[in-house]
């Protein structure tokens, strides 16, 4: 390898054994080929993904077989250059050992349609990983661990002063920024989102950022209360009908832009009356079982259905507006544990203890 300095030729890393089964082990560290860096893993959060994932609901394909290291949510730092980073001027410099860098999960293989149409997160190679594709902490080595290796091309560096911790915030605001980028959001017009989780927040703040008049959250409990303290109208759905409540803020009409960041049966099908007519419903959150879909509304009233598949072309923005403070990322940032205390990390994401929003392991 090009540009390689003192790693250990083992690692720290949680593995999933099986199916809800997982434990710390010293692995092989990883090598970098190509244009691809072994950066030490600082920050990983993590994703409201990742305990289906642990629980093996995709399991077979997320990940393909055990054991396996997830994680895809993380920030660290360059310490060995692949040799096609080494040998390209430009990229030696930008990731030059020490640099400190966001990773993005997904790297498509480049060749395909949809890559080269800047559509890499839907690459038509997904998972055959002779072509070059990679769905970090998915369908390849995630970065629970002390070390990864990632392309150049799905890593970005971190604007100055930046913390590992925020950084490791970025692929969830990109996915945020995907969605109402998906949606359109224009100067004046009013949003509503649905699950004001991690997503959900970051899409907030994203709408006002591309000039919402109004942003409408629903949801309950602590997370609809933080959401208010970020400028969001609130709407309990344990306490009112939220399609009436939404109709009756928006004057009978609905809202321009919903985003869906919940997943939820009940919210995938209430979202749709929600919208207005010919306005855009995103959907952000990823469902867990089969729903319906009241398509003839959809249909006569001309509703722009859209989906999101993470966070293509978004993180040079997200980083920026971050960085700038325009969006927030400390009240979203609730928790860190050591990676070794996973087990409790989980959990406490999962259960929601002291009002959990992100959880960020430190390797």
Known sequence: MSGRIAVPDTMQALVLTAPGSFEMREVPTPSPAGDELLCRVRACAICGTDPKIVKGAYKGTWPPSY??????????????????????????????PGTRVAGEAHRGCGQCDNCLAGHYTICQNY??????????????????????????????????????????????????LRGVQRGRVGVGDTVVVLGPGPIGVFTMQFAKAAGAEKVIAVGRGARLSQAGEFGAITVDYEAMDPVAAVRELTGGQGAEVVIECAGTKASCTQSVGMTKKGGRLVMNGLPAEPIEIPWTKIVLDEIDMLGVRANPNTSVPALALIANGTVQVGPILSHTFPLAEFGTALATLVERRDGAMKVVMIP
């Open 67 to 96: 054991p396996a290291v997830i994680g895809h949510e993380w920030a660290g730092e360059v310490v060995v250059q692949g040799a096609e980073v080494a040998a390209s001027p430009k990229l030696a410099i930008r990731f030059a």
């Open 127 to 176: 998972g055959d990983a002779s072509s070059g594709h990679r769905h970090y902490g998915f369908t390849a080595q995630g970065a629970y661990a002390e070390y990864v290796v990632a392309s150049a091309r799905a890593l970005h560096p971190l604007p100055d002063g930046m913390s590992f911790t925020d950084g490791s915030m970025l692929d969830t605001a990109g996915v945020a």
